[in-house]
């Protein structure tokens, strides 16, 4: 398995807290995204990191922020979470180039109530 | 406009039976395709990866890409109850890193 660590796994949160989610790569690679995955609508693109502090929005990112201090690290923010950002929350990594392969963490299970 | 279709399925067969997996495209811009299995509640693994038109094996799995129909697909040889899961299509067109875009996914089973 590539070397992708998400955390938490799991989370409950209220609607209108803030929450972050954490994804840490041992890789080095340069590119990292944050997709999110729902039934019927498959993996969908939140924002994506081309490099430290350089980071730009991909298909749904209203209500998230994303931040990379570091190459290994990519955050995920909800401002505010809303019950329609419950969903499983996946970060991936890719070398080289963009848009070619990328690798999967395992997922964030993130629950709003 | 970036759009892949693939069949959600469930598709059932028998084990050992050869499994056609498929998706179409209409973005004329994607050059990098790439099948994925995903397990429940597992995170999506990287099957295989290939670069414009043509085919390519790997053990028990053929990737083929047919850019003038803007079709993929991916083969299953002696398909075992391990291969279940959900198989995902996705593709690139390298350029900007904007990421993949996804098929929905295509639900396998394999019946013992």
């Known amino acids: 398995d590539a070397g992708i660590t998400q955390s938490p796994r799991h989370k409950v949160t209220e609607t209108g807290t803030p929450v972050t989610l954490r994804c840490h790569q041992t890789e080095n690679h340069r590119y990292m995204y944050w997709y999110r995955q729902d039934p019927g609508h498959g993996l969908r693109l939140i924002h994506y990191s081309y490099g430290v502090k350089d980071t730009d929005k991909g298909e749904v990112s209203d209500g998230y922020s994303v931040s990379r201090s570091k190459t290994e690290d990519f955050l995920l923010t909800l401002e505010s979470a809303t019950s329609s950002q419950t969903s499983v929350y996946f970060c991936?990594?890719?070398?080289?180039?963009?848009?070619?392969?990328?690798?999967f963490g395992q997922g964030t299970r993130l629950t709003v109530v | 406009q970036k759009e892949v279709e693939q069949d959600p399925g469930p598709l059932s067969v028998p084990e050992g039976a050869i499994v056609s997996l498929n998706c179409t495209y209409s973005?004329?811009?994607?050059?990098?395709f790439m099948w994925y299995r995903q397990y429940s509640r597992k995170g999506p693994e990287l099957l295989m990866y290939?670069?414009?038109?043509g085919n390519k094996e790997d053990g028990r799995f053929t990737a083929q890409v047919d850019k003038s129909s803007k079709y993929i697909s991916l083969f299953i040889r002696d398909s075992q109850p391990s291969d279940s899961a959900t198989y995902l299509c996705?593709?690139?067109?390298?350029?900007?890193?904007?990421?993949?875009?996804f098929g929905k996914g295509t639900h396998l089973i394999i019946q013992p």
């Open positions: 991936a990594i890719s070398e080289n180039s963009p848009n070619t392969e990328a690798f």
């Open positions: 973005n004329s811009a994607f050059q990098y």
């Open positions: 290939t670069y414009s038109s």
């Open positions: 996705a593709m690139g067109s390298g350029g900007g890193a904007d990421g993949l875009t």
